[in-house]
């Protein structure tokens, strides 16, 4: 059974850093990519950023560009997300999820909806505080 755990995050103030990591195990499949979103009360789940395991390409969502980074370690088979200048704006539920099947080009245009990744954590609790 495949499981995605989150850690990492916490409580922090804004204009401060915090680092989530996602491992995966139990996979059956080889992993095509692995993304982040996140909800806020009230709102939708909404992409964050993503990486592809093989060609490391990575993608973010216009409001991150800049101050987060996604990367990978592949011996672990974990995912990082380095979250940089936080802002209060930026408080939510932080979800890692996996894609268990090759996208080929088409990841370049549906690397942002949830409906591409296969399974999913069970979340870690972001809070930034003005």
């Known amino acids: 059974q495949v499981q995605l755990v989150e850690s990492g995050g916490g409580l922090v103030q804004a204009g401060g850093s915090l680092r989530l990591s996602c491992a995966a195990s139990g996979r059956t499949y080889s992993s095509y990519a692995m993304g982040w979103f996140r909800q806020a009360p009230g709102k939708e789940r909404e992409f964050v950023a993503a990486i592809r395991w093989g060609a490391a390409s990575t993608y973010y969502a216009d409001s991150v560009k800049g101050r987060f980074t996604i990367s990978r370690d592949n011996a672990k088979n974990t995912v990082y997300l380095q979250m940089n200048s936080l802002k209060p704006e930026d408080t939510a539920i932080y979800y890692c999820?996996?894609?268990?099947?090759?996208?080929?080009?088409?990841?370049?245009?549906?690397?942002?909806?949830?409906?591409?990744?296969?399974?999913w954590g069970q979340g870690t609790q972001v809070t930034v505080s003005s």
């Open positions: 999820a996996d894609v268990s099947r090759s996208q080929g080009i088409l990841f370049s245009t549906t690397y942002f909806d949830t409906r591409t990744y296969d399974y």
